[in-house]
């Protein structure tokens, strides 16, 4: 069975401070990876979704970036955080090619 | 330009009665859709999916109708535990299949013992 790994699971960070956000899934290969977020009181905002290595598709524009080194290794990352970057975040592949499986998620703050 | 729409935020429900949570969507593409259930800091996990060839899913006490004329589907759940409060997402794909997903902004289920 397919096991995602995120850390950290919450993270806070002063505005204009870089991130770094890592994903491994387990249990799979060559999977489609996928970097989801929650802002407060939102939906779900698809960001990034990867179908592999270095294949990295961008849903929205924004001061994010993703990068995918390792076949299951996905990485969302920012030279210089903002405030409206605050939210919760989340790394999914597919599962069955039925549904997407979340991790844990990272609870992002920045100040 | 929300395509995917919850129009309730939250939905109170006593023990043992039915809890019904709709969701509205606007693209005609979309033809497969989904469910999925979220307690506070963790993942959503999945709940219940279906294709735009059925009109009805069942699986245990969770009931999913698909009303593609009026591009709405909805939610059951019978009877309702206090264990099913959570946030509820639903999720529609354009290509059959459950990736791609566009989410709706969440309902806010309680149910009160």
């Known amino acids: 069975s397919q096991t995602i790994h995120q850390w950290p699971a919450t993270l806070v960070q002063p505005v204009g401070s870089p991130l770094s956000l890592e994903c491994t899934v387990e249990g799979t290969s060559n999977p489609n990876l996928y970097w989801y977020r929650q802002a407060a009181g939102r939906g779900l905002q698809l960001l990034f979704y990867?179908?592999?290595?270095?294949?990295i598709s961008s849903e929205v524009p924004q001061n994010l970036s993703a990068s995918r080194p390792q076949d299951r290794q996905f990485i969302l990352s920012s030279k210089k955080l903002l405030l409206s970057d605050s939210g919760f975040y989340l790394c999914?592949?597919?599962?069955?090619?039925?549904?997407?499986?979340f991790g844990s998620g990272t609870q992002l703050s920045v100040l | 330009d929300q395509q995917v729409k919850q129009n309730s935020p939250s939905l109170s429900v006593q023990e043992g009665r039915i809890s019904i949570l709709n969701c509205d969507y606007t693209n005609s593409m979309f033809d497969y859709f989904l469910w999925y259930k979220k307690y506070p800091a963790e993942g959503p996990t999945f709940l219940i999916s279906i294709s735009s060839i059925k009109d009805k899913n069942e699986d245990g006490r969770f009931t999913v109708f698909l009303n593609k004329s009026a591009k709405h589907l909805s939610l059951h759940i019978v009877p309702s535990q206090p264990g099913d409060s959570a946030v509820y997402f639903c999720?529609?794909?354009?290509?059959?299949?459950?990736?791609?997903?566009?989410f709706g902004g969440g309902t806010r289920l309680m149910v009160k013992p």
């Open positions: 999720a529609a794909s354009p290509n059959n299949a459950g990736n791609m997903l566009t």
């Open positions: 999914a592949t597919e599962q069955d090619n039925e549904k997407l499986f």
């Open positions: 990867s179908i592999g290595i270095d294949q």
